[in-house]
């Protein structure tokens, strides 16, 4: 059998001088690569610079005076004096109000991912149906909260409309200013969700559908294709949608004061009652209880975003 002859160009030299020249032509090709990433990430800080140095601006100022005046360093009135008499004479008032806000603030993000998963899925498996309840969802997010404590105190109060409508007897424990916040968590939850679910559709990818499909084909039961694909698919929806709410409602004013006891008092509650007390010594405590929720939401915030750079890294 007569072989061919390698021809110009085909000896283990000429491929062992292209694979060198390739390799020497790399290096120029991922710096090319690297500068224009460079170019690309100055540019789009170049752009938010104009919107973020204001937002850093005030905030370090009023994080910097609110400071100074928990220290008594700011004071209304008399001479500066530094004390601690802020933060330590209502240690155990500030824990208190934290406990009570850390409650509101996960009990409304856990049950706002669950309902709000639920409607995100129904819409997507019903189209005719979840056009309507997607609707109705949208049309809740511009609604101020404000508006919502309302709606709910006169539904859920001893004398609103559900008592009336259900005739609940008088044993029956109280929805609004109630020992568990229940009012509070259910306006959150009913304003949340819908947030939560549009936020979820938003993110779902188009071959969600085809996976499902395929799932279904393979025997996968409705339960197990909402386990097993819709669900993993939200994950990164959930968690951002959860970070939101969580520091949202941690930090709300309206809805406890609206629809709360007395007492104990959430961190915001407290902290605007303080401030706006006759008494001027009351001041470095309002602002102690304002430092404390922003160090607690940032706290979180910072939980949050580290959680997730974990796990998108193990992906």
């Known amino acids: 059998m007569n072989h061919p002859l390698p021809g110009p160009g085909t000896g283990p030299e000429d491929h062992q001088g292209d694979t060198g020249e390739s390799r020497s032509q790399r290096p120029g090709v991922d710096r090319d690569a690297g500068r224009e990433r460079g170019l690309v990430y100055r540019r789009s800080v170049l752009l938010a610079l104009p919107a973020v140095v204001p937002v850093v601006l005030v905030l370090g100022v009023s994080l910097v005076g609110a400071s100074a005046q928990s220290l008594g360093l700011m004071p209304f009135i008399g001479p500066p004096v530094l004390s601690t008499r802020g933060w330590a004479g209502s240690a155990g008032e500030l824990a208190k109000s934290a406990t009570v806000s850390a409650y ?16 995100a899925v129904y819409i997507l498996a019903a189209p005719r149906m979840g056009r309507l309840v997607a609707g109705l969802s949208a ?68 071959s969600m559908t ?51 006891p007395t007492s104990p008092e959430p961190l915001p509650v407290r902290a605007v009652r303080l401030f706006g007390s006759v008494d001027l010594d009351a001041r470095p405590e309002a602002m102690a209880t304002a430092l404390v929720s922003v160090a607690a939401s940032a706290a979180a915030i910072l939980a949050g975003v580290g959680i997730l750079r974990a796990r998108r890294n193990v992906r």
């Open 210 to 260: 085809g996976l499902c499909d395929s799932a279904a084909t393979l025997g996968a039961t409705a339960w197990q294709r909402i386990i097993h694909v819709v669900l993993p698919l939200s994950v990164p929806a959930l968690a951002v949608s959860a970070l939101i709410v969580f520091v949202y409602t941690f930090g709300a004013y309206e809805s406890p004061w609206l629809l709360g």
């Open 104 to 119: 509101i603030a996960a009990a409304s993000t856990v049950l706002s991912l669950v309902v709000g998963f639920a409607v």
């Open 139 to 206: 049309a809740t997010i511009p609604i101020p909260h404000l508006i919502g404590a309302g709606a709910m105190g006169l539904l859920l109060s001893d004398s609103g409309f559900l008592h009336r409508l259900l005739g609940m007897p008088a044993a029956f424990p109280a929805l609004v200013g109630g020992p568990w916040w229940i009012a509070v968590i259910s306006e959150y939850v009913w304003k949340e969700s819908a947030f939560v679910a549009l936020v979820v559709i938003g993110s779902m990818s188009r």
